[in-house]
């Protein structure tokens, strides 16, 4: 599973012969590739008339090209916003309720996000075969597939360590651009150009295979929200600047507190661990049917519904498997 950082045409349309070289040394003879891009098909034409990257089938004979186009802009922003000003309207009617939460669109684009990820999966190991994931920029959709992908296909990745590991690789070490992407919240009334919640529809994609496979993945909810929490507001330095050349200028690492470190200490582990995991080395096939994929009630409520009583029912749990 590989992802593109950058277009695989140069400027000015200008071929990368280092990018055919590179592809072409991945697949042996006769063997074939998938290259799952994540603009439309209009964009990806768009962008090599005005000079961006995109495949031309002729330089890579071996690959076959599939676009999934995925939301990760302005509109997804938009969503978000809508889906959250939903939430938070308690004088909604059901008729209504409903109604806004379809309009914004928001199960769409993570119904969205799995299906591509599925895709990309299926390929690797269904077909057996190389995908190289490209997107526009490489360090948004790309990395939402690409990391969704390997939740579903490597049960080291559902574990708490292996998917810290996930998180510091795909996302951080990538150069997913957090400082941008994160810079305020759904409830501020400034409008960033760059803000965008891919890192939340990961984890909200995440929150939908926990809920499909509640004994497949090692940490539960409270991780995930930890983690929403510290992408937009945070005490420590794990997901601060943009990218890797920024921390490195900013002495991240010299001046911050690791939050691995901190939720990794025994006493703060265990308010993350799912007592009910049981490792499954099986890959995990999520349905994407619109019936399936469900509102994360645990973020988009928690302001709004008390969660005593699931926290009570949780411990209760807990309670139970140590006793066992």
Known sequence: ??????????????????????????????????????RSAQAAKQARMSG?????KSS?????????????????????????????DPSLSMDRWLSRLESSRWLSHVKAALSTACLAAQCLDR???????????GTDTTLLVTALAQVILDPSCRTLEGFQGLLEREWIEAGHPFHLRCARSASSHARGKQEAPLFLLFLDCVWQL???????????????????????????GTFLCNNEKER????VKESTHSLWAWLNQPEEKQKYLNPLYSHNSLVIWPSVEPQSIQLWQGLFLRWIRPSQHLDEAWEEIQRLVEEN
């Not at 995925?70 to 939903?86: D, H, M, N, T």
């Not at 496979?213 to 945070?234: K, R, V």
């Not at 490195?248 to 002495?251: I, P, T, Y």
């Open 52 to 56: 961006g990257g995109t495949e031309p």
């Open 60 to 88: 890579y004979p071996q690959w076959r090209r599939l676009h999934r186009p995925l939301e990760r802009g302005r509109p997804l922003q938009e969503s978000f916003i809508k889906l959250v000003e939903a939430c938070n």
């Open 127 to 137: 077909e057996g075969s190389k995908v190289l994931v490209h997107g526009a920029e």
């Open 210 to 236: 926990s809920r499909q496979f509640p004994f497949s993945l090692e940490f539960g909810e409270q991780l995930l929200l930890a983690l929403f929490d510290n992408a937009y507001a945070s005490a420590f």
């Open 1 to 38: 599973l590989l992802r593109s950082s950058q277009p695989l045409t140069g400027p000015n349309r200008r071929r990368s012969r280092e990018d055919e070289k590179l592809l072409g040394t991945i697949l042996d003879e006769g063997e074939r590739g998938f290259i799952i891009d994540t």
């Open 248 to 251: 490195s200028l900013c002495k």
